[in-house]
């Protein structure tokens, strides 16, 4: 009942495939989960707008990566050749459930909602390699995780040194505060 299941979702997924739009317009809704903290330091609109497309480009890059790594298990591990536009077209239907990254900026349930996030988008990677390349699901699982765990490194990078940079932009600005009598 569950296989029967998993091959609904990835047939769904297969006819919802839409490529590389769909891997850049995620890394921005990644990126407009900062939009709060931006506005909070104090940013001019431009400063904002122009740290969102550059947040949101860096993690579409790090999206790519994920594919890259994939590809290149599939080929050395599984022995299935693939074509990088063929794969990042198979998986970017994956990506879906990114859109709604935009949401982790909720109060109190942001981390809930960014795992979960996290977790369809790598079901969903699973159940795809499943699919489209006739692998069981725990092998689709072992050539996934690698590229999955290198970009949730990267976008916990970015997003520290997102909120590094703004922690300093802020005490900097705080700091001749301190020094009144």
């Not at 029967?4 to 995620?26: E, F, T």
């Not at 940079?165 to 600005?173: D, K, P």
Request: aromatic letters at 8%.
């Amino acid at each position: 009942m569950i296989e029967h299941g998993l091959a609904a979702l990835a047939g769904w997924l297969v006819q919802a495939d839409v490529g590389i739009g769909l891997l850049v317009l995620v890394g921005l809704s990644m990126s407009l989960s900062h939009l709060f903290a931006l506005a909070a330091n104090r940013l001019s609109m431009r400063q904002i707008a122009i740290q969102l497309v550059l947040d949101g480009l860096v993690l579409s890059v790090a999206l790519l990566l994920n594919s890259l790594v994939t590809m290149l298990m599939l080929t050395l591990v599984a022995g299935i050749p693939v074509q990088p536009s063929h794969l990042l077209n198979t998986l970017a239907a994956a990506l879906i459930p990114g859109l709604f990254y935009a949401f982790v900026a909720a109060p109190y349930i942001s981390d809930l909602i960014a795992l979960s996030i996290w977790f369809l988008i790598h079901l969903n990677v699973v159940t795809l390699l499943h699919a489209h390349f006739n692998l069981s699901y725990g092998a689709a699982l072992m050539l996934s995780t690698p590229g999955f765990a290198l970009t949730l490194v990267l976008v916990m990078a970015l997003f520290h040194q997102s909120w590094q940079t703004g922690y300093r932009r802020l005490a900097s600005e705080l700091e001749p505060l301190n020094k009144l009598p």
